[in-house]
T-cell receptor
Framework: AQSVTQPDIHITVSEGASLELRCNYS??????LFWYVQSPGQGLQLLLK??????LVQGIKGFEAEFKRSQSSFNLRKPSVHWSDAAEYFC????????????FGGGTRLMVKP | DVKVTQSSRYLVKRTGEKVFLECVQD?????MFWYRQDPGLGLRLIYF???????EKGDIPEGYSVSREKKERFSLILESASTNQTSMYLC?????????FGPGTRLTVT
């Protein structure tokens, strides 16, 4: 069975500082990987996804993530955080097959200091 | 753009009431999902549906049922609401690996 761990429940960064949110997954083959963002009171919006190919993927809002097979990780990064990035971030893993159910991590809540 | 809508953003119900949460998608997606979201637990799958009138249990189906009479609509039913069902409920749909989410319904059972 697949699983996802987001080790950091809360992270606080200063506006303009760089950001890295960690995600570790467990899955026997190459998975589909996703990062979603949830602003307060909203649903989930897809930031970026990895299916295959280049292990560094670019997403919306200036975010990127790197798939590292050897570390079973898919960490999300942004070089300069904006106050509007304050939200909850979810990493998800999907099986690379027709059934393809998503398993979500527990989420990381990002707070941005002015 | 894919649009997934949910009938209510906020709902307050009493213990023992029957509760219906409605979800509609406009992209002719075959697969639809209901999740509940609780702090620190992420999203947990309640039920999903591969097609009209077809449903499968997810990880936490107890206390819930679903209905899918039309392709665009997927309903979550709480037969007798309990306080431990107070949560955020999210609906999603997909045709490929990526899921598209609605805005969520925050349900409070008192």
């Amino acid at each position: 069975a697949q699983s996802v761990t987001q080790p950091d429940i809360h992270i606080t960064v200063s506006e303009g500082a760089s950001l890295e949110l960690r995600c570790n997954y467990s899955y026997g083959a190459t998975p589909y990987l996703f990062w979603y963002v949830q602003s307060p009171g909203q649903g989930l919006q897809l930031l970026l996804k990895y299916f295959s190919g280049d292990t560094l993927v670019q997403g919306i809002k200036g975010f990127e993530a790197e798939f590292k097979r050897s570390q079973s990780s898919f960490n999300l990064r942004k070089p300069s955080v904006h106050w509007s990035d304050a939200a909850e971030y979810f990493c998800a893993v999907g099986a690379n097959n027709a059934g393809n159910m998503l398993t979500f991590g527990g989420g990381t809540r990002l707070m941005v200091k002015p | 753009d894919v649009k997934v809508t949910q009938s209510s953003r906020y709902l307050v119900k009493r213990t023992g009431e029957k509760v219906f949460l409605e979800c509609v998608q406009d992209m002719d997606h075959e697969n639809m999902f209901w999740y509940r979201q609780d702090p620190g637990l992420g999203l947990r799958l309640i039920y999903f549906s591969y097609d009209v009138k077809m449903k499968e249990k997810g990880d936490i189906p107890e206390g819930y049922s679903v209905s899918r009479e039309k392709k665009e609509r997927f309903s979550l039913i709480l037969e007798s609401a309990s306080t431990n069902q107070t949560s955020m409920y999210l609906c999603a749909s997909r045709t490929g690996p990526e899921q598209y989410f609605g805005p969520g319904t925050r349900l409070t059972v008192t």
